[in-house]
């Protein structure tokens, strides 16, 4: 009897992307499997964003293919099942939102029919703002709310959702390390629940141990892709080109990929 296998949350093949007439992602290939956790490294402008902004259906490729759940990109539907995070200036900024209300747009992939919140809605929406012990700031403005507090509200409205693949594009930057340690705190419950995860970042700090498999963007292309134990931690600084402070970044030495690719 042969067990019936479970589609990839995330299986990207051959994945090319030029932005205004230059190439920034190259025959790139992802996969996030059932349960994963896999980061996603790499130095400032090495395509990372780009990589997983294309993969949730934001950039438009110009060659390869992506699937969520085994259905190619272009006809998936179930968008609740996939929770994007995305940086946090580009989710929040001049958003005057209560986090009630981000999170509870969270709920909106879920309906069929445009209609008002259900009791439903209001207990996922509850539920997931406690997750991320944020509770006591169900009213707050977003925007006045700390970097790792709007953070977590941003994977408050993915868990609100019911997501099974969590995508988040560099949730620790300019993220203090008690904030870093309560985000690998919730990260590793979801993991243990079965949630799939994949996370961009500089530096792993704290999530490190939860991590499964680490894949290393080099200008475009993938130069690694294996355990995150060979990857070198931080050891230079330089600066980030999204908030202009400088950051540490990861040192990304390993074992290349495929004995080479193309520069
Ligand atoms: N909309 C755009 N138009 C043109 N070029 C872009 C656009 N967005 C990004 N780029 C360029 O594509 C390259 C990859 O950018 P991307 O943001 O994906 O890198 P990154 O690895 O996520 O960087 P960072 O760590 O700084 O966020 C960079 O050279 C960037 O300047």
Redesign the pocket.
Known sequence: MTLPTTPSPLAVRGLTVA??G?P??RQVDLDVSAGEFVTLL??????????V?AAVGL?PFSSGTVELFGTPLGRFRDRQRLGYVP?RSRAVAGVPATMHEVVMSGRLARRRFVGWRSKDDLAAVEAAIARVGLSDRTRSAVSEMSGGQQQRALIARALAAGAELLIM??PTAGVDHDNQESLAELLAGLVAEGTSILL?A?ELGPLRPLIHRAVV?EN?TVTYDGPVDAVRDPEHVHV???SGRPEKADGFKGNPVGGGQDA
């Not at 790499?42 to 990589?51: C, D, F, H, I, R």
Request: charged share 20%; net charge neutral; aromatic share 0%.
């Open positions: 932005l205004d230059r920034v992602l790499g130095a400032n402008g090495s395509g990372k964003s780009t990589l902004r950039v940086q594009d560099e961009v500089h963007l475009g980030h080109v999204h």
